[in-house]
């Protein structure tokens, strides 16, 4: 098989790994939130609810999540899924761990503010909305970016754990690639696409630093 | 019509009490200042004054609004929300250490709350900033970031976004004590020159001088309870006690 055919082989699978990593973020980023709420309620029961989860995430293998997001219904329930499901298994597994990581995240870069920004806020009449969203989240977002950037870099090269289920993104192909022509080579090809892509990624997240350095 | 009135007001942290019966009043455009050795309860009273914290017992009250008043069993009981911020507009606090908003420019950290709070127009809203900023000498810092700028110059811009909302009342809690001396003397006079905005004051501070000169009543305070009340001239020349040993710290600069 000629360079060029396993490239554009290559290629197909990028295009999947790199749809896998823009919805896990697209939807990881706000849930992450959303559960850094729950894990500093007030409320012992949705806190400790939602530190479990966060422990049961952060504590056991993605590729293992991904199993049990995939097989789980049928073995657990008797649930029979068509084999597209696969997708949205690896969707949902990333999502789900990745909002734990992103929640821990926030929650240290919420819990670092001091004090003094919100009773600033309340004495100048804001509501507990407008300070979250207008004082506190812009500068939590600026402490947390490089954390998140190191996420985000992690996720890049987890995306090849969707060969655990099948999916064919671009490790998978590689792999199967590979064997079928008994070569290294679209190893070494697949290696380089996602060293690229993880130099775009890193360009773009530090830009992005770079652009909230106008203050201090 | 008192501005504000604290009554028999007492307040604990565990069983520390910080607060033991404190009743003081204050008038239209008066200025007060509170003086009076660390730990003695000056921040915990301003606090309580202004709703970052709640008081154990006692009434608090801007003009005719009850904000607080015992309950039956001799505790506070505060009025609901919708009093409560509504009468949150008639008071401001400037911080011993200024909590700008870092992510903001001047003008955004003092025209904010104008527009977002208040929900005035942008516009009138820079009106307002821009002529505060003038009153500060501020105006040629309209776009810097409070990291730019010096302590005392952070200070008048918390100044200026205090009175960027027109309260009837501004509190100060030791606003010059995070300065260096020299920056002290600026943010002093600044505060002086807000006499004729006829806005009541409360200042808690360490500067004795400052506080004879400029208020119209001096409240010394000590383990939680008003020691002395008056003009300047009565607290300052006091015979009392504490006050005499308070005040022997100062003697040199008095
Ligand atoms: N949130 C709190 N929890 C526990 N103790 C507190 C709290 N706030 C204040 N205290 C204690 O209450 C006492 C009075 O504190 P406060 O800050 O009101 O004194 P102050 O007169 O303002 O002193 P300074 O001149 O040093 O600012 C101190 O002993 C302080 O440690
Ligand atoms: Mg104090």
Same mark, same amino acid.
């Given at each position: 098989m000629a360079l060029s055919q396993i490239i554009i082989e290559l290629l197909e699978g990028l295009a999947v790994s790199v749809r896998i990593f823009l +919805?896990?973020?697209? !939807?990881?980023?706000?849930? *992450?939130?959303?559960?850094? !709420?729950?894990?500093?309620?007030k409320n012992n029961i949705i806190s400790s609810i939602t530190k479990i989860y966060i422990s049961i995430m952060r504590g056991t293998p993605l590729m293992l999540q991904l199993f049990v997001v995939y097989y789980g219904p049928y073995y657990l329930f008797n649930i029979k899924l068509s084999p597209t499901y696969r997708n949205s298994a690896v969707y949902i597994g990333f999502i789900i761990?990745?909002?734990? =990581?992103?929640?821990? +995240?926030?929650?240290?870069?919420?819990?670092?503010?001091?004090? *003094?920004?919100?009773?600033?806020?309340?004495?100048? *009449? =804001?509501?507990?909305?407008?300070? !979250?969203?207008?004082?506190?989240?812009?500068?939590?977002?600026?402490? +947390?970016?490089?954390?998140? /950037?190191?996420?985000? +870099? /992690?996720?890049?090269?987890?995306?090849?754990?969707?060969?655990s289920i099948s999916v064919m993104e671009m490790f998978t192909k590689a792999k199967a690639l590979s064997s079928s022509q008994t070569s290294m080579t679209p190893l070494i090809v697949a290696g380089l696409f996602y060293y690229v892509f993880n130099f775009v990624v890193a360009f773009l997240m530090d830009k992005a630093e770079k652009k909230l350095d106008y203050y201090k | 019509m008192n501005l504000l009135e604290m009554k028999h007001v007492k307040k604990s942290f565990g069983n520390l009490q910080v607060l033991r019966d404190i009743s003081l009043e204050v008038k239209d455009g008066e200025i007060v200042s509170i003086i009076g050795p660390s730990g003695s309860g000056k921040s915990t009273l301003l606090r309580c004054a202004t709703l970052l914290e709640t008081m154990d017992a006692g009434t608090l009250k801007y003009e005719d609004t009850v904000v607080a008043e015992n309950?039956?069993?001799?505790?506070?009981?505060?009025?609901?929300? %919708?009093?409560?911020? %509504?009468?949150?507009?008639?008071?401001?606090? &400037?911080?011993?250490?200024?909590?700008?908003?870092?992510?903001?420019?001047?003008?955004?950290?003092?025209?904010?709350?104008?527009?977002?709070?208040q929900k005035k127009s942008k516009a009138e809203a820079e009106k307002i900033g821009m002529e505060l900023l003038e009153k500060m000498g501020l105006s040629d810092k309209a776009n810097y970031y409070p990291f730019q700028l010096s302590g005392g110059q952070q200070q008048r811009v918390a100044i200026a976004r205090a009175l960027a909302l027109n309260p009837k009342v501004l509190f100060f809690d030791e606003p010059t004590s995070a300065l260096d001396p020299e920056l002290t003397g600026e943010v002093l006079k600044v505060i002086k020159s807000l006499k004729d905005l006829?806005?009541?004051?409360?200042? &808690?501070?360490?500067?004795?001088?400052?506080?004879?000169?400029?208020?119209? %009543?001096?409240?010394?305070?000590?383990?939680?309870?008003? &020691?002395?009340?008056?003009?300047?001239?009565?607290?300052?020349?006091?015979?009392?006690?504490?006050?005499?040993?308070?005040?022997?710290?100062?003697?040199?600069?008095?």
């Open positions: +919805i896990t973020l697209l !939807f990881s980023l706000p849930l *992450g939130l959303v559960i850094a !709420f729950g894990r500093m309620s761990n990745y909002a734990a =990581y992103f929640a821990e +995240i926030y929650r240290s870069g919420i819990q670092s503010m001091p004090v *003094g920004q919100y009773e600033a806020a309340t004495l100048l *009449g =804001y509501s507990k909305f407008q300070t !979250f969203v207008r004082i506190i989240l812009p500068q939590v977002i600026k402490r +947390i970016l490089p954390s998140v /950037t190191n996420e985000v +870099i /992690t996720l890049v090269k987890d995306t090849s754990l969707a060969f | 309950d039956p069993n001799g505790k506070a009981a505060y009025a609901d929300k %919708k009093t409560i911020r %509504k009468v949150s507009s008639v008071f401001g606090l &400037v911080f011993q250490q200024f909590n700008l908003f870092p992510h903001w420019n001047v003008m955004q950290n003092v025209t904010d709350a104008v527009i977002n709070v006829k806005i009541a004051m409360v200042i &808690v501070t360490h500067e004795m001088s400052f506080a004879r000169d400029i208020s119209d %009543k001096v409240i010394f305070m000590a383990d939680g309870v008003i &020691v002395e009340q008056g003009s300047a001239e009565e607290v300052f020349n006091s015979e009392n006690e504490r006050m005499q040993a308070f005040l022997g710290r100062y003697k040199d600069i008095l």
